[in-house]
């Protein structure tokens, strides 16, 4: 990997170290983010956590240089950072993975990579690139398929992708912006896990913006919760239950109890029965046995990866 300079000095190598000092965003009068100091030590999984409009985005925004903070600096690596702009935060190792896929569809695994880098020749030497990435590969702790189009791979493997793509561009700072919220329970794992297993190796540092309390407890060190704009709790993830991250985020506001139940099942308004067919990328098959949906019910529906079947 090679050392990214700022002036005259070099950050160290593998995972960085990100600080907010103070970190204060106004939009106009409203104060969307209230001087806000979070440390990201190096090598940790750091999770934020607030309800909506609690400022999250707002503050990651201002870390990547989409925003410019009204007040406050940000520390990379032990020294303060300027961040103008996304590209200089790229610069400085920082890099971001969304909620929704950024990769071309058409596109193979190989070809998005190739195209994300800043310094893309504009002829492109695909055996060269080809063999770089096959090495690259396997320095990886986990593999995506180079050649297949990414509109055929399962969103967990999208997902992975991402992140891949983040290791390939060199960055060592990621935020994870609900990274989880389209994938699976058991896809959510496996990108986290493996996630976790970068952090542990020293390779990235991680800021995941999240609402899933299971995820954060299982995956995270630390996590920071913001709530109209302030930093309102700290801690160690291992010191802390869901019911005190839920306290933190909402305050001391009792919770709202859930509605009860009211009302009947009626008669049937939607039957489905023994319908077979592939779903839009042609490569998986949907399956229905049998689905009955009745006037004032609300009915969830699951799904496993390979095969969806109601019974
Ligand atoms: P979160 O990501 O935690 O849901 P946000 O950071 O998106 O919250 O928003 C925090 C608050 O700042 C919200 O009240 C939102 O309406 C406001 N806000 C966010 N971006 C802007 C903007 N560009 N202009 C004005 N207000 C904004
Ligand atoms: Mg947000």
Redesign the pocket.
Known sequence: MTMMVIGEEKLPEGALEVRTLGMTMR??G?T??DDVSITVPPGTFHALL??????????VKCMMGFYHATTGQMMVGGREAKVPDPRAAHALGLGMVYQHFTLVPSLTAAENLVISRDDTPAIIDWRKEHAALTEFMERMPFAVPLDQPVRALAAGEKQKLEILKQLYLGRRFLILDEPTSVLTPDEADEVLGHVRGLCEKGEISVLM?SHKFREVTAFADDVSV?RR?RLVGQGRVADLSHADMANMMIGSDAPVAAMARAGMAGAPVLEVDGVRTRDRSGLKEISIEGLTVRAGEIVGVAASRATVRWN
């Not at 607030?50 to 503050?59: P, V």
Request: neutral net charge.
């Open positions: 939009f106009g409203f969307a983010l607030g309800e909506n409009g609690a400022g999250k985005s707002t503050l913006i913001l704009g």
